[in-house]
Antibody, heavy 120, light 107 residues
Framework: QVQLVQSGAEVKKPGASVRVSCKAS????????ISWVRQAPGQGLEWMGW????????NYTQQLQGRVTMTTDTSTRTAYVELSGLRLDDAAVYFCARVGSGYPNYFDSWGQGTLVTVSS | DIQMTQSPSSLSASVGDRVTITCQASQDINIYLNWYQQKPGKAPKLLIY???NLETGVPSRFSGSGSGTDFTFTISSLQSEDIATYYC?????????FGQGTQVEIK
């Protein structure tokens, strides 16, 4: 079955960077995209961006442009999101989700989430 | 960017009740609308895609309808395990956008 397993919780200081991983199994990794979605405490879902493992194409939300980088390693079937210049309001649970390869249509499988705490 | 507005933001209903949630898009999104269920401390789960298609394994008491800018999500007979927050999501345009969520509780 499709499974996305994310890395563990992180605690970072403001201004630092964080990288979260998402290891995929149960499907052909290069036939689908990976989107990243975050959820601040008690808040709704915020789309961060999308990467196509087949060719590395990315599309990021305007709000995070310049601070977010999404990559994949097809040899290990792992996707990564890195967020730099962390601010207090970046504290959230970060989810990876499988989406269509050509377009982030529906998010049909999700990782378990990674809690990122930003605190001085 | 397209904005998605859900209503109500929360509701309380009895087991067996029919529950309806609406989602309005700020512009025409055709049928490119999905619904998710999120239980506390868990990742969201896709329930319905393309407005009205039930994801595999999802109980038939869940349904969706609509097109253009106005959409409806229905639970025909609320069960205790349906306690969750429900989100709509459009993918007509980038960026994909979620509604603010509707929290469903048991009365």
């Amino acid at each position: 079955q499709v499974q996305l397993v994310q890395s563990g919780a992180e605690v970072k200081k403001p201004g630092a960077s964080v990288r979260v991983s998402c290891k995929a199994s149960g499907y052909t990794f290069t036939s689908y995209g990976i989107s990243w979605v975050r959820q601040a405490p008690g808040q709704g879902l915020e789309w961060m961006g999308w990467i196509t493992p087949y060719n590395g194409h990315t599309n990021y939300t305007q709000q995070l442009q310049g601070r977010v980088t999404m990559t994949t390693d097809t040899s290990t079937r792992t996707a990564y999101v890195e967020l730099s210049g962390l601010r207090l309001d970046d504290a959230a649970v970060y989810f990876c989700a499988r989406v269509g390869s050509g377009y982030p249509n529906y998010f049909d499988s999700w990782g378990q989430g990674t809690l990122v705490t930003v605190s001085s | 960017d397209i904005q998605m507005t859900q209503s109500p933001s929360s509701l309380s209903a009895s087991v067996g009740d029919r529950v309806t949630i609406t989602c309005q898009a700020s512009q025409d999104i055709n049928i490119y609308l999905n619904w998710y269920q999120q239980k506390p401390g868990k990742a969201p789960k896709l329930l319905i895609y393309d407005t009205s298609n039930l994801e595999t394994g999802v109980p038939s008491r869940f349904s969706g309808s609509g097109s253009g800018t106005d959409f409806t999500f229905t639970i025909s007979s609320l069960q205790s395990e349906d306690i969750a927050t429900y989100y709509c999501q459009q993918y007509h345009n980038l960026p994909p956008a979620f509604g603010q969520g509707t929290q469903v509780e048991i009365k």
